[in-house]
């Protein structure tokens, strides 16, 4: 199964959590204003629209020469001053809710509809008129006078908290799900690879997990070497009733027919060949993993090819520094080779492309193609469609083979059809078809998919720019 389409935990899952923790601040940031903030603020316009009717009634009340104390009094000790007169034009504020809550507290002292104004468009400064003795006294004040601490604090600690909170629902979520991690590529390595080893500290659980993924496979690696022993047992065993048919076809009578020769020659090498391949799936991987250059892997395998009649093509980077089992990669390569020169016309292309971190190796064909309902099915054992592909000689075993060797590296071993959006048309060459676009009905590809981490120079680039024509 493909995991795409689909989104990762650790983004669901941090997605949920901060999501859910954003909301819940924004609820309880609207909760403490609606309950603390805004009565504080109540009760502060009240408080101040009371200093300013009362420092207005004062200011008139005194005479002439005590006016400027209790100016200098009202300014040191309130941050206020009052006027009789205004020499330029005023407007009323807005956009400031205190300014409103204000205007309110003064209406219900002074009964009667009141307002909070600036002067000159400026609203550094506060402009109150208090209507006393049929004319206004104007009572101002700096607009920083209204600047509270408290509000500011709360807001900051809610914002404070909210970003800490998401960044200890990261670490958390990662902990979580980083023995998931581990799990899955135990999951997704060779049965005879180490497991890897949970994080200091991981929970029972997961533990618990990894130790029964062991001990099935142990259990299935068990199944596979009796299996494999097994047959390498019966074909080992076939082997001599086969060196005597060999002999005996050897002391044939002269007077035996030639064709009757030769169909029994025939028949002896399509039993050995039968014989050897079944070895070869049966004795399975030796896993003798080394460093060498696939392109000159590549390379050899491409000349084995046309000493066999085929017609080998390769857009390859010159040099691809790569760990793993050689020969098992060789036998993997020549037997995809084998079924294209049985099967797909004798011409194959080669070419290296970057899929989704992964370096895809392409050989494509130009038979007559797999159905698609059969693109898994032709990597059993003993499987030949005939019928879709031609009507060769093989025993159904090269492809199984192949992608067991594949399998065994870590490797994805797949057969693609012009069907497939965009397939074709990443593996074109000068015997194309199609007659534009580059989509040809006639060329199918097997992509093998090699893991990034086994590239033990990650530095070579794959691409046009450093290829080279084979």
């Known amino acids: 199964m493909s995991s795409q389409g689909g989104r990762r935990l650790f983004s669901q899952t941090a997605w949920t959590l901060g999501l859910g923790i954003v909301v819940l601040q924004i609820l309880t940031l609207l909760i403490v204003v609606a309950t603390v903030l805004y009565p504080l603020a109540e009760r502060s316009a009240e408080d101040l629209a009371g200093l300013i009717v009362i420092s207005a009634k004062t200011?008139?009340?005194?005479?002439?020469?005590?006016?400027?104390?209790?100016?200098?009094?009202?300014?040191?000790?309130?941050?206020?001053e009052i006027a009789k007169h205004l020499d330029r034009s005023v407007s009323h504020t807005h956009g400031h809710i205190y300014s409103w809550l204000l205007s309110r507290a003064l209406s219900r002292r002074l009964g009667a509809p009141a307002a909070v104004y600036v002067l000159g468009g400026s609203t550094h400064t506060f402009w109150v008129p208090v209507p006393?003795?049929?004319?206004?006294?104007?009572?101002?004040?700096?607009r920083r006078r209204l600047v509270s601490s408290l509000p500011v604090a709360m807001i900051f600690v809610i914002v404070f908290s909210t970003l800490a909170l998401l960044v200890l629902t990261m670490i958390l979520v990662r902990r979580v799900l980083r023995p998931?991690?581990?799990?899955?590529?135990?999951?997704?390595?060779?049965?005879?690879?180490?497991?890897?080893?949970?994080?200091?500290?991981?929970?029972?659980?997961?533990?618990?997990?990894?130790?029964?993924?062991?001990?099935?496979?142990t259990r299935l690696q068990a199944m596979i070497n009796h299996q494999s022993l097994l047959l390498t047992g019966i074909s080992h065993d076939l082997r001599s009733p086969l060196a005597r048919l060999r002999m005996a076809w050897e002391l044939l009578p002269d007077n035996t027919p030639q064709h009757l020769r030769e169909g029994m020659l025939q028949d002896i090498e399509r039993m050995d060949a039968l014989l050897a391949q079944s070895l070869a799936l049966g004795r399975g991987m030796s896993a003798k993993v080394a460093d060498f250059d696939l392109m000159v892997l590549l390379a050899e395998v491409g000349a084995d090819f046309e000493r066999e009649g085929g017609h080998w093509q390769a857009t390859l980077p010159r040099r691809y520094p790569f760990r793993g089992d050689r020969e098992a990669l060789r036998r993997l390569l020549s037997n995809l080779l084998d079924?294209?020169?049985?099967?797909?016309?004798?011409?194959?292309?080669?070419?290296?492309?970057?899929?989704?971190?992964?370096?895809?190796?392409?050989?494509?064909?130009?038979?007559?193609?797999?159905?698609?309902?059969?693109?898994?099915?032709?990597?059993?054992?003993?499987?030949?469609?005939?019928?879709?592909?031609?009507?060769?000689?093989?025993?159904?075993l090269g492809l199984a083979i192949a992608r067991q060797l594949a399998e065994a590296q870590g490797m994805r071993?797949?057969?693609?059809?012009?069907?497939?959006?965009?397939?074709?048309?990443?593996?074109?060459?000068?015997?194309?078809?199609?007659?534009?676009?580059?989509?040809?009905?006639?060329?199918?590809?097997?992509?093998?998919?090699?893991?990034?981490?086994?590239?033990?120079?990650?530095?070579?680039?794959?691409?046009?720019?450093?290829?080279?024509?084979?």
Not at 59 to 76: I, M, N, Q, V
Not at 197 to 206: Q, T
């Open 180 to 217: 998931l991690e581990v799990i899955s590529e135990a999951l997704r390595g060779s049965l005879k690879a180490p497991l890897p080893s949970l994080p200091h500290g991981g929970a029972y659980e997961f533990q618990n997990i990894l130790n029964i993924f062991a001990n099935l496979r």
């Open 339 to 396: 079924n294209a020169l049985r099967y797909g016309g004798g011409r194959v292309r080669a070419e290296f492309q970057k899929t989704q971190g992964r370096t895809q190796l392409r050989l494509c064909d130009e038979g007559p193609g797999v159905p698609e309902a059969d693109l898994e099915t032709v990597f059993e054992p003993f499987i030949r469609l005939d019928d879709a592909r031609g009507h060769g000689e093989g025993s159904g």
């Open 132 to 142: 006393i003795g049929g004319h206004n006294i104007w009572v101002y004040f700096d």
């Open 59 to 80: 200011y008139t009340e005194l005479s002439p020469e005590d006016r400027p104390a209790f100016l200098t009094s009202l300014r040191a000790d309130n941050g206020m």
């Open 413 to 470: 071993l797949r057969l693609f059809t012009p069907s497939a959006v965009g397939s074709a048309r990443n593996c074109p060459g000068p015997h194309d078809r199609s007659g534009g676009g580059g989509r040809t009905a006639g060329i199918w590809f097997y992509a093998v998919m090699f893991p990034e981490r086994w590239s033990i120079l990650r530095r070579v680039p794959v691409n046009d720019g450093d290829a080279a024509g084979g």
